[in-house]
Each structure stands twice: as C-alpha cells, then as structure tokens.
C-alpha cells in the first residue's frame, strides 16, 4: 500500500514546478505513514531515465527536493508501505526497471507466487527482490512482449492476476522515454481503512485515507499531466475511472484514455497546445 505521483509536459519542467508547495510537501509527509522507502524515475528528451531509490523516508532524505527540482518532462515517484512480511530493502523500492521501462504500483495481491509458473525463466531470473510488485512488472513486460504492446501488456497481466490470485489493488505507473502510464486497475477491492487507522494512530490520516485510497486523480497545470493517489489534492483534480489505462505522450501533449476491460479508447485528453 503505497502512493504515486507522475507527471508529463511537452517542455522541460519538474514535478515541484507544477505542483503547488503546499502539495508536494502534503506528499512527502504521507511518508511518514509510507515509510518503507521511496523512489523516483525521471525522463528529460533527448536523454536516458534518471532512477534513485531510498530505503528511508522520503521526509528524512534532502535528496526528495532535489529529485523533485530535477529537470524533467515526464517523471513518476513512489512512497512504499510495505505488504506485511515483506522486507524493507534496496532490491524491494519502486521504482523497478527493465530495459527502457520504469514501473511503481500501490496495492498488493494474494497469493503472488503463482505468477512464478507463468513468468518465463528469463523474467524470473530478472527478478532482483520479493514482492508481488516486481513479479506483476515482469508479468506486463512479458506480456507486452508477447503482444507487441505496452497497454495490451498491461491489459492482459491484469486479467491474468485476477484470474490467478484473485482482486487486488493493481493500480501502477510506467515510465519509459516519451511515454507515461497511469494504470488504475481496483475494480472491487475495498480501501484498507482499518490499516490505515491501525498505522496512523493518533496521528490522524491524510485527506482520501478512506474508501477512496485506491482512486487515483489527475489535473492539467501549466501545460503538464500530473496524476496523483489521495492525499495530495482535491480541487481541480479528476478521479480516473477505474479500470483504465491512462496513456500520455509527453512531446504530442495528449493523455489517451483505454478501458482495461475492453480495450476501447474512452477518450484523448489535450493537456498542452499543439506545437505550430
């Protein structure tokens, strides 16, 4: 049970320009409560993907501002609260990567290592920790190997883990150079209210804490795509659908909107001005 935040533009910004001060602060201090670690990936054009992971909380490490400052015009970060019994470690942080891909999910899953007998041995040998997380990244590579197509890979791991382990929070970011996704993929499952109480104690939740932590929202500012988990912002922000794909191509300034379930385009979001 984590939070995401990525962002999207057509020119050079970063995550602490187009989110107000008070909400990238709103943001860190979630860490207090997903503390398990944290991590970024970032993507400038014409460059390679800039990835840190941390095992501390991003409210302890200087490093979260100057991730946040950094040069970018897509990028995805990722507070960890670890699944129970699931070791806080280097090789555990979001993001995970494989090949030119970046990947940070929120939520967990039962029974993750049936996905064991259904990843090749290549993508098993790939696997660097121990979490259900890392195995359903490897399972969208395998499976956008296999249909030659990062939504249909997500689309089809999806499916496959429903299939196999049952419902569970599968919603996630991939990052790659010229592309982000912002997987909302909850259908049924409940919000882990009573955790979350449990592990706040008196020190209250942050705002969406509740029946709504599994939503993800976004907003257009100053010609970027930002997508958030509860707890950051609610005025002026949308909640995503669920189970959609949301598809950004940063240097076109559009947001594409996929059902999971069907396939079908929903909708095309315009978030910069055509260049002329």
Not at 41 to 63: C, L, Q, T, Y
Not at 220 to 237: E, H, L, N, Q, Y
């Amino acid at each position: 049970m984590c939070r995401l935040l990525a962002f999207a533009s057509k020119e050079s910004t970063s995550i602490g320009a187009l989110l107000t001060p008070n909400e990238l602060t709103k943001y860190r201090d979630m860490s207090t409560l997903h503390g398990d670690g944290w991590g970024a990936a970032v993507w400038e054009s014409d460059a390679g993907i800039e990835k840190v992971n941390s095992v501390h909380r991003a409210i302890d490490d200087p490093n979260f501002f100057t991730v946040a400052s950094a040069p970018a015009t897509a990028g995805i970060v990722h507070l960890r609260w670890a699944t129970a019994g699931l070791p806080v470690c280097i090789e555990n942080t979001h993001p995970f990567t494989s090949g030119e891909w970046s990947f940070a999910h929120n939520g967990s899953f039962q029974h993750p290592e049936r996905l064991l007998d259904i990843l090749s041995d290549d993508r098993r040998a790939a696997l660097e920790g121990t979490t259900d997380s890392e195995l359903y990244f490897q399972l969208i590579m395998q499976e956008a190997q296999r249909h030659g197509d990062i939504v249909s890979g997500v689309r089809s791991a999806v499916s496959i883990i429903r299939e196999t382990c049952g419902l569970g929070s599968l919603n996630c970011l991939l990052l790659s150079p010229g592309r982000l996704l912002a997987v909302q993929a909850v259908a049924t499952t409940p919000a882990p209210v009573k955790s979350l109480q449990r592990a706040a104690g008196d020190e209250g939740l942050p705002e969406g804490h509740d029946e709504n932590y599994y939503h993800l929202r976004y907003t257009i500012r100053d010609g970027g795509f930002i997508v958030a988990s509860t707890g950051v912002a609610v005025d002026g922000w949308t909640t995503q659908l669920n189970d959609a794909i949301i598809d950004v191509a940063p240097e076109r300034g559009t947001a594409s909107v996929w059902s999971l379930d069907t396939g079908v385009l929903q909708s095309t979001i315009a978030f910069a001005a055509p260049s002329s």
